[in-house]
């Protein structure tokens, strides 16, 4: 071989040295999404820790919680949980720079948990521009199970309203066939797709004839006696609240105060839980025998003491959020969010991916998703195979009844309704 | 009349300049947080023109920038107009509201005219959720497209420019000075024939447009979603503190009062103590507390002080 020949054998092997390398280094050198290290997976939400919402802030607080109890027992494959927590005060000109700022500033892997339908709507276009996952919703609106074909990154949590009210309709349709039905709701979309889940779950036919009257009110009102004055004159017997929690007790009272007894009530699931009960009865109401649905272990009740849940739920806040009250129903709520975000992180891949993510989310099957923090019978569901596009993890609900005045409780009864929608 | 440069044009223009580079060496995040500065910028340049050079106080022009804001939500979201396009738009509507608001103010005056324009910011928001099909009510209303970070930032500081520009014409000439007039003394106004129903409504007028802009471009940062509980009482308030700390009746300390309301939650959520949700508001308080105790008269009023110990030396 001359000179030349040892040159260009010089150089070819240097090119194929190169090639070798690099094409190992390409395999090697795994991009992964943002969010993750070796160590850690950093996700985080925005929620009203302080302003006219604020009361739901024990949500993101027993799900840190639930995160550092996993952290403590091996944490997700060998990650621990990193959960960022901002305030965005229910204000959605705070949500957006928040949101853009974790996304863009702390790179977290998704938007998890984050809190209200308004500030939720104004981050989730850009959410899915971006493609971060925003999972797992503390709403219960039913955009966020509708609309995966236009944001594929969006998942809720809870049961949504209009199935709720589907519940109800089926089990007066059982249950009170002669029933004069009486409703009041926001006039606004929360209320009216209550009013139009309780016309489907009714049946269109029986709903024309059985409600009676449907009374509305501005969300601004303070006062309701009109619009309960109304119900009661049209001799309805049966009275359905579809209200936030404010108004809910201001119905509630007025009804009482003014004289009506419907023979029985019906108080939407996000207005139910026991202090504002308790605060409507304090104010007059007449509560006892009232009805509203549930699908989360509740640490009021009694006969649910020995479920494992409670156990657990119980142990967990005792040693990571002491100063969060057991006997607040929305403790649970976040115990049961946080667990059904650490059952997909651990099915999104041996390296959690956010596509991986999104289809653990989508295909949550009840036989081994299973959330200790729901109530028996209640089960996590979502399937995005054979053609189907159930989106709406939680979908059944247990019937509950208050008993005990205001200082009773709610107790379960009757069957678990499943898959409302 | 030979033409003088105006005094501080030099300051203005290395700011300008300041400005203008300035979004090629942040981040996108960065630029949104600059932005927000400028909105507050136009909001307290507006308020400043009502209150700092008529002295007809309002703490409701969270509700100028509501209906901006909301113009802006409306505009794009039924009729795709272009988001630029809904900016004069905003600027008209608000600045009639402002005028419609001027008139009756005029029978008010001190803590009457407060309470009035308090009202204002209450019940105005609260309007979206009465009609609330039109105006998208407790989910609220989108506009057809949003912006990227950088095309806020240019339009947040080109509308802050432009209007910079506009206010300090006004104020410059006959209409400044009537302003001074009757912010002064209304009955020596009046007596050297100043018309009070004309300057005073019109000053409302001028101010709330700037307002209007303020919010539109407050909308469009978020994502071009208008909700009520964006433009809640406390947005009234800040623009307000915004301008005292500015200090009234004078343009020069405007970009501080914006860039105190606009950094400082910014700022204080991150310092380690006072970091949680709480700790931010004792702390903003306390400072707004502080600069009232030691600079009356704001920044501008600081520069003025200090502008004169100068001119003693």
């Known amino acids: 071989m001359g000179m030349k020949g040892r040159r260009i054998l010089v150089v070819l092997a240097t090119a194929a040295l190169v090639a070798v390398v690099s094409a190992t280094a390409a395999f090697g050198a795994h991009r992964t999404d943002p969010g993750i290290t070796s160590t850690q997976i950093t996700i985080g939400g925005t929620f009203p820790l302080t302003g006219p919402a604020a009361l739901y802030s024990t949500i993101p607080l027993a799900e840190k919680a639930y995160f550092d109890y996993v952290n403590d027992h091996g944490g997700v494959n060998g990650r621990k949980i990193k959960f960022e927590i901002l305030d965005d005060a229910y204000d959605p000109s705070k949500t957006v720079p928040l949101t853009q700022q974790l996304v863009e500033q702390d790179k977290v892997f998704a938007d998890y948990g984050s809190l209200g339908t308004a500030p939720s709507l104004a981050v989730w276009k850009y959410l899915n521009q971006q493609k971060v996952p925003q999972v797992l919703l503390a709403t219960g609106d039913s955009y966020w199970g509708f609309s995966y074909k236009t944001y594929p990154w969006t998942t809720g949590f809870q049961p949504d309203y209009p199935g709720e009210a589907k519940i109800y309709g089926k089990y007066i349709l059982k249950n009170l066939p002669n029933a004069k039905i009486g409703v009041i709701y926001q006039n606004d979309s929360y209320g009216k797709n209550y009013l139009a889940g ?217 069957t678990v309704y499943q898959g409302a929608r | 009349m030979r033409w003088r440069i105006p005094a501080g044009l030099p300051v203005a223009l290395v700011v300008a300049a300041v400005l203008a580079v300035l979004p090629f060496e942040l981040s996108g995040y960065h630029q949104v947080l600059a932005a927000h500065v400028g909105i507050y910028f136009i909001a307290i340049l507006g308020l400043n023109i009502l209150t700092g050079y008529t002295g007809q106080i309002s703490i409701g022009h969270g509700a100028f920038m509501a209906i901006g804001g909301y113009t802006t939500a409306v505009m794009s979201h039924y009729h795709h107009t272009n988001l630029v396009l809904t900016l004069p738009l905003a600027f008209a509507l608000a600045f009639a509201c402002g005028v419609l608001v001027g008139i009756p103010a005029l029978r008010f005056s001190g803590v009457y005219l407060a309470l009035a324009t308090f009202a204002l910011a209450v019940s105005v928001p609260q309007l979206a959720l009465k009609f609330s099909k039109f105006l998208g009510g407790s989910n609220g209303l989108e506009t057809s497209k949003t912006v990227s970070h950088a095309w806020l930032y240019a339009a947040c500081w080109s509308c802050a420019a432009i209007l910079f520009v506009v206010a300090w014409l006004l104020l410059r000439g006959r209409t400044g000075r009537a302003f001074r007039a009757v912010r002064d003394s209304e009955l020596a106004a009046v007596s050297t024939g100043i018309s009070l129903p004309i300057y005073k409504t019109l000053a409302f007028g001028v101010s709330a447009a700037f307002a209007g802009v303020a919010g539109s471009l407050f909308v469009i940062e978020t994502n071009g979603f208008a909700q009520p509980n964006e433009f809640g009482v406390i947005l009234s308030l800040q623009i307000l503190i915004g301008a005292a700390v500015a200090g009234l009746g004078s343009l020069r300390g405007v970009l501080v009062g914006a860039l105190f309301i606009g950094l400082l939650p910014e700022i204080s959520s991150s310092a380690p103590l006072i970091g949680s949700a709480h700790g931010q508001d004792v702390v903003f308080g306390l400072i707004v507390i502080a600069i009232m105790i030691l600079l009356p008269n704001g920044v501008a009023g600081l520069l003025a002080r200090l502008a004169r110990l100068r001119a003693r030396a």
């Open chain 1, 198 to 414: 309780l016309r489907v779950g009714l049946g269109l036919a029986k709903a024309k004839t059985m409600i009676v009257s449907a009374q509305s009110y501005d969300v601004t009102q303070t006062s309701l006696t009109q619009q309960i004055l109304a119900l009661k004159a049209s001799g309805a017997d049966t009275f359905v609240v579809f209200a936030t929690p404010s108004p809910t007790i201001t119905a509630l009272a007025t009804a009482a105060a003014v004289g009506w007894a419907p023979t029985q009530t019906f108080v939407n699931n996000v207005s139910a839980v026991s202090v504002f009960m308790q605060l409507a009865a304090s104010h007059g109401a007449k509560i006892d025998g009232a009805i509203s649905t549930g699908y989360l272990v509740d640490a009021t009740v009694p006969s649910e003491a020995n479920l494992p849940g409670i156990a657990l739920g119980k142990q967990i806040l005792a040693q990571y959020a002491p100063g969060l009250d057991v006997k607040n129903q929305l403790t649970f709520y976040g115990l049961a969010d946080a667990w059904t975000m650490v059952y997909a992180l651990k099915n999104a891949g041996k390296t959690p991916t956010r596509v991986g993510l999104m289809n653990a989310l989508h295909n949550l099957d009840p036989k081994k998703a299973k959330n200790p923090f729901l109530y028996p019978g209640v089960s996590l569901q979502t399937s995005f195979k054979n053609g189907s596009h159930d989106n709406f993890p939680l979908e059944a609900e247990t019937l509950v009844k208050w008993s005990g005045g205001g200082a009773g409780g709610w107790t379960p009864f009757g």
